[in-house]
């Protein structure tokens, strides 16, 4: 039996709350990988309060649960699911995704072929979602188009070479969001390439973006504050100016409404109307000139109550002093890793053939 240590592929699935969607994420990704002869895949819940955990436990595959002490986030669980396989090639889902078919393949071909590549992802099709039933979608998120293009960062599902990985560190566990483009910056500073091939890689399922519950979910799971602590630990990495350049936008709204705020201050205290008026005409401007430009007036709308909310998280975690990444240690963010052995196989396969029938898998590697 080849040992976890000769894996060619760890298929790492990170979740929380994901039980709508986590049979069709582990199937995928049991599909996927089947024809790879060397794999293992690896569960890694964030402390999840619904049936997540105890759905994938009735599948064949090693189930990781991080510790309710540790301010889990998705950078987190990728980082400790990275840490503890030993693929030479690390595929990351979202609990929410289901992968396609031959996404695994397909991207083991591409940077088996050219070691220079620190990663690729594919073709990623949204479908959104709102209280539970689907309301659209987005084809081709990430607008990768018919040819291969090198981007700056992947955007949750994607595989990495596990070398280019462990050359910068790998994920930064304390991250809470904006963790890609944290890590995409670190690659290719290294000298590391990333790129987005013309292949389909799978479809998100997800809520639908800039609803009320979305923003809910970002501002309570603090994913704007992330924005800010990668702006903060760029800053003794050199890289302020690339993370700040594709903030731009909301970086440059709270500048708008400060000198806003200044020149109300100037006309309470000096009783000069003249610069808040001015302000206030020029705001009008930028508002028509953005919906003549975008031909809408619901997306300028919907972009500026995204850069108001993401603001003071952003500010918040720029504030916030950074946790030293070399500080982490696994034994304390694992509170629970369940290896199924081989001889259980039948057994997880029975048990979980009351859920959903589970496809064959060629070899289960590091259970």
Not at 73 to 98: F, K, N, S
Not at 99 to 113: K, M
Not at 239 to 257: G, T
Not at 274 to 303: D, E, N
Request: proline share 4%; aromatic share 8%; charged share 20%.
């Amino acid at each position: 039996m080849t040992t976890a240590r000769e894996a060619t592929l760890s298929a790492v699935i990170i979740a929380r709350n994901e039980s709508a969607h986590i049979v069709r994420c582990i199937e995928s990704v049991m599909a996927a990988v089947a024809s790879i002869d060397g794999c293992e895949i690896v569960l890694v819940d964030s402390c999840s309060d619904d049936r997540t955990v105890e759905i994938a436990r009735r599948y064949p595959i090693r189930v990781i649960e991080l510790a309710r002490n540790q301010r889990c986030c998705a950078a987190m669980g990728r980082h400790v699911g990275i840490a503890l396989t030993r693929g030479e090639y690390v595929l990351c889902v979202d609990g929410d995704t289901e992968i396609h078919p031959d996404w695994a393949t397909a991207a083991l071909a591409v940077l088996s072929a050219r070691p220079n590549l620190g990663g690729a992802a594919g073709r990623e099709d949204q479908i959104y979602y709102r209280n539970g039933e689907r309301v659209g979608g987005k084809p081709d998120y990430f607008e990768t188009g018919d040819a291969e293009c090198v981007v700056d960062q992947f955007g949750g599902n994607a595989m990495y070479r596990r070398r280019a990985l462990e050359s910068v560190g790998s994920f930064n566990p304390y991250v809470r969001s904006f963790e890609e483009a944290e890590l995409g910056a670190r690659l290719r500073r290294a000298g590391w390439q990333l790129v987005r091939i013309p292949a389909s890689m799978g479809n998100h399922h997800t809520q639908q973006p800039d609803s009320l519950r979305e923003y809910r979910r970002r501002l309570s799971g603090h994913l704007f504050t992330g924005q800010g602590q990668v702006l903060r630990i760029a800053l003794r990495q050199g890289l302020f100016w690339e993370h700040a350049r594709k903030l731009n936008r909301v970086l440059l709204f709270w500048l708008w409404v400060a000198i806003g705020g200044a020149t109300a201050g100037v006309a309470v205290t000096l009783s000069r109307r003249a610069p808040a008026v001015m302000w206030l005409a020029a705001s009008g401007l930028l508002i028509v000139a953005f919906v003549i430009r975008t031909r809408s007036v619901a997306k300028p709308l919907r972009l500026m109550v995204d850069w108001a909310l993401s603001g003071p998280p952003l500010v918040w975690g720029f504030l916030l002093a950074p946790a030293d990444p070399r500080a982490f240690r696994l034994e304390d963010a694992v509170a629970s890793d369940q290896r199924i052995s081989l001889s259980m196989r039948d057994s997880a396969e029975s048990s979980a053939s009351t859920l959903q029938p589970i496809h064959s898998f060629g070899v289960f590697h590091g259970l």
